[in-house]
């Protein structure tokens, strides 16, 4: 059998008895359960391990996996919120993909930091679920392959619990690459293969998994694919890897990217009540890029001393921080990005704000 990440030669590494061939609810009751023995396939090259598909091929269609384990559910739910914010983090854009959207928990978290977010979903049960909620979310039903068809490219990507499934991943994530924008970042999410043979963890070898992935061979996978990998971290308690990459982006001079930055910062804040917290070095340097026509109406630093000044090419007083500086705010720009958790934390605890926060990340202006 061939490696689906890396094209070796595999070998057969195990035979899994009693492998369940219904992972769902029954609609009736049923004393004993269709078992099948799984033959699993690891590859010495790259560390991945595998098995054939045994599942017919339309099995997506109408899948609803309504057993999945709920305190894996409810584990996932938790994370999704500080994702979500991670790739915000990370991006320049405002268009977010997620291939394998489900019931769509992941897509409405997502729908809070990004202006435009498509689901890809081949489930007809899953698609109708999400697309109740509309606004700035969109669902494309279908399997995520060359036949799909894309409104836009994207900046920011997702896929949890996905790649597992997938007979072809590598073809999958090279498509993937094709539909992002340069510097897009995001998050692949696989149970962690290695784990589960470590740990004779037999209850999670089911047919719909096709790939169990180790840290080297997912890896391999996104590399091959065309990503850079920037961090992988392994979730132990939900027997999961969670490995952020990025599409790579075409080297620019500092000229240009200045003027990146200017265009950027212009479109966010045209038309728009601005706010900048931070009056430091980072301010001197950004306020240049403003121009006159952007309204900034307060500044404000948490630093008593610098009260009353001001910086080049705003001319407004620096003032320390209070609800009247936010209360007609529609955008908040932090140039004092190396305390953003807690201004953040601050303008929505503290001083109730709810509208957009911009910053400059290492890749320009992005949205928290």
């Known amino acids: 059998m061939i490696c689906r990440v890396c094209g070796a030669q595999t070998t057969l590494f195990q035979q899994v008895d009693w492998v369940r061939t219904e992972d769902r609810v029954l609609s009736e009751r049923a004393f004993t359960v269709d078992t099948v023995t799984v033959d699993v ?4 090259v790259c560390g991945h391990i ?3 598909n045994l599942l017919p091929a339309d099995f997506y269609d109408t899948n609803d996996s309504s057993v999945q384990g ?23 854009g405002d268009a977010l993909i997620e291939i394998g959207s489900g019931f769509g928990a992941f897509l409405l978290t997502a729908g ?6 498509t689901g890809v979903e081949p489930s ?6 999400v697309f109740k909620e509309g606004g700035n979310i969109q669902v494309v039903h279908g399997y995520f392959d060359k036949n799909i068809r894309l409104e836009r490219d994207y900046d920011a990507f997702a896929s949890f619990q996905v790649f597992e499934h997938l007979e072809d991943p590598l073809t999958a994530l090279q498509l993937l ?4 924008r340069e510097n897009a970042y995001g998050i692949i999410n696989v149970p962690n293969g290695l784990q589960v043979f470590e740990q004779a963890l037999y209850h999670q070898v089911i047919l719909q998994h096709v790939n169990y992935y180790t840290p080297m061979s997912l890896c391999t996978l996104v590399q091959r694919a065309g990503f850079i990998v920037e961090e992988l971290e392994s979730d132990v ?3 999961e890897i969670n490995l952020y990459c990025r599409k790579p982006g075409v080297s620019v001079s500092m000229n240009e990217r200045r003027a990146q930055d200017a265009r950027h910062l212009k ?3 045209s038309g728009k009540k601005v706010v900048i917290w931070g009056a430091g070095a980072k301010a001197i340097t950004y306020s240049a890029l403003l121009g006159a026509e952007v309204n900034i109406t307060h500044i404000v630093d948490g630093d008593p001393k610098k009260s009353g000044g001001y910086i080049a090419n705003i001319n407004v007083p620096i003032e320390l921080p209070s609800n009247t500086s936010f209360a007609d705010a529609d955008i908040v720009l932090v140039f004092a990005t190396s305390y953003l958790d807690e201004i953040i934390n601050r303008l929505k605890v503290e001083f109730s704000f709810t509208k957009r926060i911009v910053y400059f990340g290492e890749r320009g202006a992005v949205l928290a």
């Open 50 to 52: 595998q098995t054939e």
């Open 41 to 44: 396939y690891e590859c010495a």
């Open 70 to 92: 709920y305190g894996q559910h409810i584990h996932a739910l938790d994370t999704f919120e500080e994702k979500a914010q991670k790739l915000r983090r990370h991006t320049g």
């Open 177 to 180: 690459y094709s539909v992002c």
């Open 124 to 129: 007809n049960t899953y698609k109708s679920e």
């Open 237 to 239: 308690a939900a027997i």
């Open 112 to 117: 809070k930091y990004f202006a435009h977010c």
């Open 267 to 269: 479109e966010y804040l």
